[in-house]
């Protein structure tokens, strides 16, 4: 019998994406806005749709399933119960909602049988579409993907339908839910209200937040006392990690921001940090300060679930998830013996989970024995370019280039062009599938030049001066480098850089101001050693990226160093880049010196003209 054959979406509120699951295995998955350009999108995934069929060789109507991530219906409810507890407060943001509900998103069949429409005519009699909960969509991303036959899954983000965190016990092919945390009441919550008051976008600007946070100073009374208010103020951590949040302080419930921003100015003491605005230290202590809090209720809800499941291993997922400091320091505290990230841990992954959900509980497929190894082939899930579509776009952009006929040619030319100083856009192979580049679409230089950080922030990403860089390094000398002891091939754990790396740093260095800290030279791999020493680790692996292993091996023959940074192939505000196109754009666009796209070469100098 041929296998059964699922198209799950995520869609309508941000990071909408696709995934095609056949037989169980995911084959095919994409985020809608590296094809729209519009970051976050929250559009119905046409695109991504038809990417997914058209990769996997599948029709609409040759579909067991269509799973979309939610049930609408539940969420619906929750704003109609949150408005009436709330009552009379949020009668602004009800007269707003409302009615983007009745006249939208209370008819998402409809919604979606119509986006479907757009990509191809099918019989929409025996269109199957199903509805799993959000935080069972995110639970299944975690665990069927994973290397474990069984574990404690723990979902946190900002909210499903009703539940913020959930605790779960995955084995075999199924999933039984043990706890849920509910709104108004959320760790996400939390920290986004965090990010919107010190500057940064809810639900893109919590990474700047975590990479903000190592500038506090750890020591200092004003860190300890931002601490203590949090927790005596702001929120009620108990126990088994269930937290109360202290609503007199928050308007998200019903309200159209985040905060009461009038009593967040006069608990901490500062106004709300504007956009672009320099960062202080007052400010970096809060950012620490949060940090500290996430990571103390975090460690509570995972020992819960250690203590409601009985297992030795956990899988996370959900928007939190993507908090890798919180994950390294719960990996190294040995309360698992091992941990498992879904690489698209927020809403782009809970399509995968839809789809995986339905393969094994709805239709009561079995699960393929995992053997030791994850089912996310790399993360590298989405679309890859020919010769003849790369020709095409550099013939249209008149672009001068060199084609090498044997790659290994090719990666010694980029690691003797990375040892020179300059900096790669690199574009090989399938797009990655989540928020993290990951030797695919990747921009890459020398982690061992002092001076590549602020080159790459201010000339080529655009973006903050305060923003750390990832390391990719080969997995069997990561030990060499890191304090970490397990792969970590989606670039989802923070570890520390091994101490005799380390330079000495001056007495009065945690005093200094952010620009004092950044600038200092901490190790001798200096521009991924964030100011706490600490490095976010992609540890590259022959069988998930056999290419992207073979330049670091280049570069470690030339440089006897097996590690480079890789940061994401794009420019502040927009997707990573999808196609030769949005590659070409951007390496002309930017500082960057040299574009790799599969066996082309290009270099900045040997351009032209370029009309953007």
Not at 522 to 536: L, N
Request: glycine share 6%.
């Amino acid at each position: 019998m041929a296998g059964k054959k699922i198209l799950g979406i995520s869609a309508f509120y941000h990071d909408s994406a696709a995934v095609v699951l056949i037989d169980g295995m995911i084959e095919a998955a994409a985020q809608e806005e590296r094809f729209t350009r519009v970051k976050h999108t929250a559009d119905f995934p046409v695109h991504a749709i038809r990417f997914c069929l058209e990769h996997t060789g599948t029709s609409i109507n040759d579909l067991d399933a269509v799973v979309f991530y939610d049930k609408p219906l539940l969420k619906f409810e929750r704003l109609l119960e949150t408005y009436y507890a709330f009552a009379p407060r949020g009668l602004r943001q009800f007269l707003v909602s409302i009615p983007v509900w009745l006249r939208e998103k209370m008819f998402i069949k409809k919604m979606i049988r119509d986006g479907l429409a757009e990509i191809e005519n099918f019989d929409q009699k025996k269109l199957r579409l199903l509805f799993p909960e959000h935080h069972m969509s995110h639970a299944a991303s975690a665990f069927f993907p994973s290397p474990f036959r069984e574990a404690a899954i723990l979902t946190i983000d900002g909210v499903g339908e009703w539940a913020t965190a959930s605790i779960a016990h995955g084995r075999d092919n199924s999933i039984q839910k043990m706890k849920e945390l509910r709104f108004p009441h959320s760790v996400g919550l939390l920290y986004s209200a965090f990010t919107y008051f010190l500057g940064f976008r809810v639900n893109s600007g919590e990474y700047k937040l975590m990479g903000l946070a190592p500038y506090g100073d750890p020591d200092s009374n004003e860190t300890h006392s931002f601490i203590q208010k949090i927790k005596s103020e702001i929120v009620e951590i108990r126990d088994d990690g269930s937290i109360r949040l202290n609503q007199n302080y928050f308007n998200y419930a019903t309200g159209l921001t985040m905060i009461q921003q009038r009593k967040w100015e006069n608990l901490f003491g500062f106004p709300k940090q504007e956009p672009e605005s320099d960062y202080e230290q007052p400010q970096c202590n809060l950012a620490y300060a949060i940090q500290n809090v996430t990571e103390e209720i975090v460690g509570k809800m995972a020992a819960e679930a250690k203590r409601v499941t009985g297992s030795k291993y956990l899988c996370l997922a959900g928007g939190v998830a993507l908090n890798c400091v919180a994950n390294g320091k719960l990996l190294k505290s040995g309360l698992f013996d091992d941990i498992w990230i879904q690489p698209a841990a927020g809403d782009a992954g809970g399509a995968a989970g839809a789809a995986l959900l339905a393969h094994h509980i709805y239709f009561d497929q079995k699960r393929k024995p995992p053997n030791g190894k994850d089912t996310m082939k790399g993360a590298l899930l989405g679309p890859y370019f020919s010769d003849k579509e790369i020709l095409q776009t550099l013939k249209r952009y008149k672009a001068v280039y060199t084609r090498f006929d044997h790659y290994q040619e090719l990666c010694d030319k980029t690691a003797a062009l990375i040892d020179e100083g300059n900096v790669i856009g690199w574009f090989r192979g399938k797009m990655e599938f989540g928020p993290r580049a990951l030797g695919n679409r990747s921009i890459l230089a020398d982690a061992r030049n002092p001076d590549m950080q602020k080159k790459l922030n201010l000339k080529i990403k655009y973006r903050e001066s305060f923003r750390p860089f990832a390391p990719s390094v080969l997995a069997e000398d990561s030990a060499d480098y890191f304090d970490l002891g397990r792969p970590s091939p989606y670039m989802l754990l923070v570890a520390d850089v091994k101490q005799e790396r380390r330079k000495p740093v001056p007495e009065d260095y945690h005093q200094k101001e952010l620009s004092g800290k950044l600038y200092h030279h901490r190790s001798d791999i200096p521009a991924v050693t964030h100011v706490d020493f600490s490095a976010r680790i992609q540890t590259v692996h022959k069988d998930t990226n056999p290419d992207y292993r073979t330049l670091l091996q280049a570069f470690r023959k030339k440089t006897g160093y097996g590690i480079l940074i890789n940061t994401s192939f794009n420019v502040r505000g927009e997707p990573i880049v999808c196609s030769p196109e949005d590659a070409f754009r951007c390496f002309m666009n930017t500082e960057m010196d040299c574009l790799v796209i599969e066996n082309f070469m290009l270099l900045k100098s040997d351009q032209i003209f370029f009309n953007t």
